[in-house]
């Protein structure tokens, strides 16, 4: 069973948001980076970037696939994580902590309550298996 | 997934944590711990395999040896008692049906291992193509496992199970014995690129075989035995640069094209495919397959087109991160005039045209 972790809010596309006020950070669960295996690149945006709901922001590429990764609210991307250029397997180690993967100032704080819940996303994936 | 084919070992997978994925009609596991965990174990260690979803025919009779050198590029003729061949099977437009190892037992018997997927029309290309030959073929696909051994540690694992000398078998030569008191056919071949022994059994022992390739393996170790699923089986005979049916060659590529001129004998007399063959080696090669590594960070995937001087001239046959070598690499078709060493081209991954440059092959060799 995968690892959720209470404090966040979840996408459907198996991202992770913690929210602290405007600020955001945002990686993928653990769910996914089990499905994808060995992680062994990660391609993030740029500092400055801004982003749309929905849009993808970068690639998570294991040894046998390539999946997007979308931002599930709007914003201006503030930090990007760039150990993960030379670390991509923290991905599979600790894909809630040291492997977030953008941190943004939301444009309308208002689209991280819409997100999943844990108890929302657990309930989600379990109808998913 | 009620429709998808199963190898005896299927349980036995389920039980290991195979993750199960449909390969061409087939259930099968991608991996088990994890594809660079069991590709690494393989070339330091060893690695152990499920290939039960391959197809065999036996080819027996008087004319067996003649009907398959009509079929097959490769010369049959020159195969000594339990020695195996790699070779193809081509149409007359010298494109590839399938790739395939022929192992002669004597002289009116052959053994045709052939590829999953392409199992049913293998047979029906190679039944349909009997004349007035005296043979008989029988498809034995449902009633054999397979199972590989591969790696420095399978020559070790493999002896503490058989009485048979194994040291006697050389590469790409096998013998009929018994391997844990179990009837086998064993053959010193594989698709990683390690030394290794492929067996052949009855599918009833498909499990004791399995099991007892773990325990003698010492599965669970360190620096034990590992089971690999298909995705460390990809990565490693992509690292040997060996051919994928349906990626390197296909339907639409002949042997010339994919590097494979060394299984073309085109010599031996006539067989399906030799003569467009020939008039393609006269002729010259448009395209050839080469090897590539990626320079600009990015993967490049099976399919994703090759471009140079902002031309698209080719595309990507089989494209991965290669976990022993630790760099992005991949094969691709290129006209011929682009296929040298050095020879910088792009990969157009999703949009991005990334550098990279073509290189020998196979990108690695194991030591002997």
Redesign the interface.
């Known amino acids: 069973m995968a690892n959720i972790l209470e404090n966040l809010r979840y996408s459907k596309d198996h991202e992770w948001v913690a929210v602290d006020g405007e600020k955001a950070t945002i990686g993928i669960t653990d769910y996914a980076q089990h499905s994808l295996g060995d992680v062994v690149y990660v391609e993030l945006p740029k500092v400055g970037d801004k982003l749309a709901a929905h849009d993808a922001f970068g690639s998570v590429e294991s040894v046998k696939a390539v999946s997007e990764i979308f931002t599930p609210i709007s914003g201006e991307v503030l930090e990007v994580n760039e150990s993960l250029n030379d670390a991509p397997e923290v991905v599979n180690n600790d894909s809630y902590g040291d492997a977030w993967m953008i941190k943004i100032k939301m444009d309308n704080t208002l689209e991280a309550d819409a997100l999943l819940s844990s108890a929302e996303y657990e309930e989600y994936l379990s109808n998913n298996e | 997934m009620e429709d998808l084919k199963k190898t005896p070992l299927n349980r036995v997978h389920r039980e290991l944590g195979g ?1 199960m994925v449909d390969f061409g009609g087939w259930d099968m596991p ?2 088990y711990s ?3 965990a069991e590709h690494l174990r393989t070339r330091e260690h060893s690695g152990l395999f499920d290939v039960s979803h391959m197809g065999e025919f036996w080819v027996e009779g008087e004319d067996a040896i003649e009907f398959v050198n009509r079929l097959t590029t490769n010369d049959v003729a020159k195969l000594v008692d339990g020695q195996a061949q790699y070779s193809a099977l081509t149409r007359e437009n010298g494109t590839v049906v399938d790739d395939l190892l022929v192992y002669r037992f004597d002289q009116g018997k052959l053994l045709l291992v052939v590829n999953a997927s392409t199992t049913e029309k293998d047979w029906d290309w190679i039944t349909s193509h009997l004349k007035d030959e005296n043979i008989t073929l029988t498809n034995v696909s449902a009633d054999y496992c397979q199972i590989a051994v591969q790696g420095k540690d399978a020559l070790e694992i493999v002896r503490k199970l058989t009485e048979t000398n194994l040291d006697e078998i050389k590469y790409y030569h096998f013998t009929v014995g018994k391997v844990d008191g179990v009837d086998a056919i064993i053959s010193r071949t594989g698709y990683t690129g390690e030394d290794g022994f492929e067996v052949y059994a009855n599918k009833d022992y498909a499990e004791q075989l399995w099991n007892k390739f773990l325990e003698v393996g010492k599965f669970g170790d360190e620096n034990g035995i590992l089971p690999c699923g298909l ?1 460390a089986r990809n ?1 490693l005979r992509l690292e040997s640069a060996m051919s994928l049916y349906g990626h390197e060659i296909s339907d639409e590529i002949t042997p010339l094209e994919a590097n494979l001129g060394w299984i073309c004998k085109l010599n031996k007399g006539e067989f399906s495919g030799r003569e467009a063959l020939q008039k393609q080696k006269e002729s010259g090669l448009k395209r050839k397959l080469v090897g590539f590594e990626m320079k600009d ?3 490049a ?1 099976d399919d994703f087109d090759v471009y140079i001087n902002d031309k698209k001239v080719g595309f990507v046959t089989s494209g ?2 290669a ?1 022993f070598l630790k760099k992005n690499i991949g094969l691709a078709f290129v006209p011929n005039e682009f296929a040298n060493i050095g020879q910088e081209i792009k990969i157009d991954v ?1 949009g991005k045209h990334l550098a990279a440059e073509i290189v020998p092959t196979p990108f690695y060799k194991r030591e002997k």
């Open positions: 993750r991608v991996q994890g594809v660079i995705a990565t960070r990015g993967i995937r991965s991160p976990p999703r």
